[in-house]
């Protein structure tokens, strides 16, 4: 039997050393007013039993881990379908990159960078009366906890700043990938984007990915297969391009934020987050990535 929460502290101890490498995400100012040294990791079994080591009780932004979410959501909206509107390979290019946009003629070439989220944001302002709201209620089911909300000084202050992702809903647009207003779409983005919660939180909301199982209510909302495409463009896609260095040195599908997020899956075992704002130049977090390498180093075990 492993024992994670030695394991764990462990970790805490041996990332220490990286304290004070990289910066935190400033190009939204609000997120720049946070604790910069902070760390927390929270690890859920699938029979529910946790164990966290650090700051795993204080909210922090997920940034685009929201992203999983709202694939999850218009994935099972639109079926397969959806992947006539956005690709599954990865870019290879930063994050909020338009350069591929625009040569691939307005289809992203992945749910997770930024233009393929505003691709799946535009699903669900289309799907939904009151879309934020049915969103957050969906992140909600899926952490089992009605408390996670938005940042609204967050949210405002993306949306006054976000130039680039401004200038991708407008190459969107152009090519017809786009149904709803450039602003409805962005108010949706930076608000999926806003959303809070903490390293214990958001470990809980990523188990029916670890689970192979989602099912809300009493119902399917996703099934094993589409979990099973979810988090194989997790794997693929999930850091951006740093996706090939995330599965060469942990070897786990994942998903990061610029808030310094990490979220990732051992299916059948566990879900696991960390959180640490400083991030590398991929807009990666830098001890996060660095613990989450450790743990499959200490655990033995990882999908390969
Ligand atoms: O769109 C943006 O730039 C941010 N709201 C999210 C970017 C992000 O988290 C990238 N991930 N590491």
């Known amino acids: ?12 101890s041996e ?36 164990h966290n080591v650090g700051q795993t009780h204080q909210k922090f932004s ?20 959806l992947w006539r509107r956005v690709g599954v390979e990865p870019s290879g290019n930063p994050f909020n990159s338009i350069v591929q946009l625009e040569y691939e003629k307005g289809i992203p070439r992945n749910p997770f960078v930024n233009a393929g989220a505003l691709v799946t944001a535009d699903i669900l302002v289309s799907s939904y009366d009151h879309p934020k709201k049915e969103f957050l209620e969906f992140v909600r089911s899926f952490c089992g906890d009605n408390s996670i909300d938005f940042n609204e000084k967050v949210a405002q202050s993306e949306f ?32 999926q984007c806003s959303i809070e919660m ?21 119902e399917v909302v996703l099934t094993k297969s589409e979990l099973k495409r979810i988090n194989a463009i997790m794997l693929s896609c999930g850091f951006y391009d740093e996706s090939g260095e995330f599965a060469f040195s942990v070897g786990l599908p994942g998903k990061s934020g610029v808030g310094g997020g990490i979220a990732a899956i051992h299916p059948l075992h566990y879900a696991v987050a960390t959180w640490s704002p400083r991030l590398n130049e991929k807009g990666n977090s830098v001890i996060g990535m660095k613990a989450l390498e450790l743990l499959t180093t200490k655990t033995g075990i990882s999908i390969f």
């Open 1 to 12: 039997m492993l024992n994670y929460q030695s394991i764990l502290s462990e970790i805490e």
């Open 62 to 81: 997920i940034q685009s881990i929201s992203k999983v979410f709202s694939l999850a959501l218009a994935f099972s909206i639109q079926g397969e379908k």
């Open 15 to 50: 990332v220490n050393y990286l304290k004070g490498v990289g910066n935190v995400a400033a190009y939204i100012p609000e997120l720049a007013n946070v604790s910069q040294d902070h760390f927390g990791i929270s690890l859920i079994l699938l029979n529910g039993e946790n």
């Open 160 to 191: 006054d700043c976000g130039w680039k992702n401004a200038a991708l809903a407008n190459m969107l647009k152009s090519h017809g990938n786009l149904k709803n207003t450039i602003d409805e779409v962005l108010d949706f983005y930076v608000h």
């Open 198 to 218: 903490t390293c214990l939180q958001l470990a809980q909301s990523f188990l029916p990915f670890a689970n192979q199982n989602c099912e809300i209510n009493g």
